[in-house]
């Protein structure tokens, strides 16, 4: 996982107004845009791109584990 992903985890996991603004993310149109929108205002420079490619590495690296 990435520098910035698990910053804004701490956070989350620290400021329970912050978590909540993340968890109501996923009730928008887009919530993947609009959790890097909210982590970017909130200092956390977040990407769509970086969330899938840590996602693609994370099952990559499951799948090689397990063969």
């Not at 996991?13 to 909540?20: E, G, K, T, V, W």
């Not at 887009?30 to 490619?53: K, N």
């Not at 499951?62 to 063969?67: G, V």
């Amino acid at each position: 996982m990435n520098d910035t992903l698990l910053a804004l985890r701490e956070r989350a996991l620290h400021d329970p107004a912050f978590r909540q603004s993340l968890l109501d993310t996923r009730s928008c149109p887009d919530p993947l845009v609009a959790l890097c929108d909210l982590a970017c205002a909130c200092g956390f420079p977040l990407t769509p791109g970086d969330v899938i490619s840590d996602g693609e590495e994370f099952s990559c690296n499951q799948t090689k584990s397990t063969n």
